[in-house]
Nanobody, 115 residues
Framework: VQLVESGGGLVQPGGSLRLSCAASGFTFSSYAMSWYRQAPGKERELVASITSAGGITNYADSMKGRFTISRDNAKNTVYLQMNSLKPEDTAVYYC?????????WGQGTQVTVSS
């Protein structure tokens, strides 16, 4: 299994970014996917999750209405569209997969929201 995030960077408050997570090594369309984030000095927290076919999504309360998780099973990729970004969204964002007792994380992509 390999999860490779991309799309992070520096953005001004109120701006937008779209993160991508390219997955390989497993049957992508069969499994739910999630995004987590970890800010400096804080624990890693769930951002959003999406079911295998993309029909059901869940978000942490602080991201509802601003972030959108989606997936393209033909491209083995899960996305996180982030709008109205705030300085408190600054964190390393990780792609997450769980299959049974196995858990995999991507290497993370840094998102910095600052003027």
């Amino acid at each position: 299994v390999q999860l490779v995030e991309s799309g992070g960077g520096l953005v001004q408050p109120g701006g937008s970014l779209r993160l991508s997570c390219a997955a390989s090594g497993f049957t992508f369309s069969s499994y739910a996917m999630s995004w987590y984030r970890q800010a400096p000095g804080k624990e890693r927290e769930l951002v959003a999750s999406i079911t295998s076919a993309g029909g059901i999504t869940n978000y942490a309360d602080s991201m509802k209405g601003r972030f959108t998780i989606s997936r393209d099973n033909a491209k083995n990729t899960v996305y996180l569209q982030m709008n109205s970004l705030k300085p408190e969204d600054t964190a390393v964002y990780y792609c997450y997969l769980r299959i049974g007792l196995g858990v995999w994380w991507g290497q993370g992509t840094q998102v910095t929201v600052s003027s």
